[in-house]
């Protein structure tokens, strides 16, 4: 689960990490309130949307001024004029896609004179089973860019779960940022500057607010040294394991329906695992491996999955109607392709699913059903004798073929 920018600010700030003062607005008419709550001379107006790219992206209405998400304002004025021109507008950023993201809400904070700007991010690595945290002196900048043009600029350690995180830790992040030389530079020339050792600070908060909040992602970008010498969190995104969030009820109530794709949205309310895809051709699935398995034999014979679906090995006819529903409400869906093995889930059950849901949506693209296991010669009479057009397929390669030469024609 994904939360927003100032949402994340404010948890981190709640663990000491240093973050600007700024107002969440959700109404156009609060925006020169909120704005005159926050000391000058410059104000930055944040479209929030869970996306990144948000200052290099555009939006669709002319009336939203032809900038970027991001606007850097000089007075309480300027700042609300901003405000306003952003909320209700589309944008559209590279990980939106066309389609974009509809702005319900922007951050307004105090701005920063910047003198150096980092990246600093705290991630489960699956490789290893360890947090780790990935530091780079390139901040301000795709990530993914530096890593491929300047990979010796990006510097990776885990930490070891069974001593956790220790001084040596912040320390190595504050090196790899450069701030030890960046302090003795400033020392050279008379000022006090301690960036190193609130870096270390840093480091520990954020360690600390990733594992007490079962955290995926923690993504600071970029981590500012201000011109005065203390660092600053400008920009904030976190992710959270969706499985552990009934252990995090404050986690849960930051959660923004509206940016969720509202598929996926209905699939969770009926703990059904959907992620949808760009194909044409829709899955229906118990288990994930197998779910994974059905998208690869489609790709195999020259079709594209429009969704990844499993509804689990204890579905009932309630959750496989709901599923059916979500697959044919995709309107790049041209065909779908039901593949059950009955261990846990019988698939009679599956079969009556099936009709509910066509009785209830129509069925206005080919249907490829491949049963096996508990009670398979039961399912497949249910679907024999519903009156449906319903192409039946004896094993999962003889289902991928067919659901593909239907959609192809």
């Not at 220790?166 to 790899?176: D, E, I, L, R």
Request: include cysteine; glycine fraction near 10%.
């Amino acid at each position: 689960m994904n939360i927003h920018e100032y949402q994340a600010k404010q948890l981190l700030k709640s663990y000491g990490a240093p973050v600007a003062e700024g107002r969440v607005v959700l109404r156009a008419e609060e925006a020169k309130r909120a704005a005159g709550e926050l000391d000058g001379p410059i104000w930055v107006v944040k479209a929030q949307i869970h996306a990144g790219g948000r200052g290099k992206g555009r939006f669709k209405e002319p009336e939203a001024g032809g900038k970027g998400g991001v606007r850097i304002c000089r007075s309480v004025e300027e700042a609300a004029e901003e405000a306003e021109r952003m909320l209700g507008r589309t944008l559209v950023t590279e990980q939106t896609g066309p389609a974009g993201r509809t702005v319900n809400r922007v951050y307004i904070e105090e701005g920063a004179e910047i003198a150096r700007e980092f990246y600093l991010s705290l991630l489960v690595d699956r490789k290893t089973s360890r947090i780790s945290f990935v530091v780079s002196t390139e901040g301000g900048m795709d990530i993914e860019q530096v890593a491929h043009d300047t990979p010796e600029r990006i510097a990776t350690f885990g930490v070891d779960p069974a001593t956790g995180l220790s001084g040596f830790h912040g320390a190595k992040v504050a090196a790899a940022l450069g701030l030890y030389d960046l302090d003795r530079a400033a020392a050279a020339q008379g000022r006090q500057q301690r960036s190193a050792k609130q870096c270390v600070r840093l480091v520990e908060s954020l360690y600390r607010a990733f594992v007490d909040k079962d955290a995926e992602l923690l993504e600071i970008n970029p981590l500012i040294l201000t011109a005065g010498g203390d660092l600053r969190v400008l920009d904030a995104k976190m992710r959270f394991d969706a499985n552990a969030l009934y252990r995090h009820p404050d986690i849960l109530a930051l959660r923004d329906e509206s940016e969720e794709d509202p598929k996926e949205l209905a699939a969770s309310k009926f703990d059904l695992n959907y992620i949808a895809l760009d194909g044409e051709i829709g899955c229906m699935v118990n288990g994930a491996g197998l779910a994974m398995a059905t998208m690869d034999i489609i790709k195999l014979y020259g079709g594209e999955p429009a969704n990844f679906l499993d509804v689990g090995g204890g579905a009932t006819k309630e959750k496989v109607t709901e599923a059916f529903k979500i697959i044919t409400s995709d309107p790049k869906v041209k065909g779908i392709l039901v593949n059950i093995f009955g261990g846990i889930m019988r698939c009679d059950i599956i079969a009556e699913g099936i009709i509910a849901a066509v009785r209830e949506v129509g069925l206005k693209v080919p249907l490829v059903v491949r049963l096996e296991g508990t009670n398979v010669e039961l399912g497949r009479k249910i679907l024999a004798e519903s009156g449906l057009n319903v192409i039946a397929a004896d094993d999962l390669a003889d289902a991928a073929k067919k659901i593909v030469k239907a959609v192809k024609g």
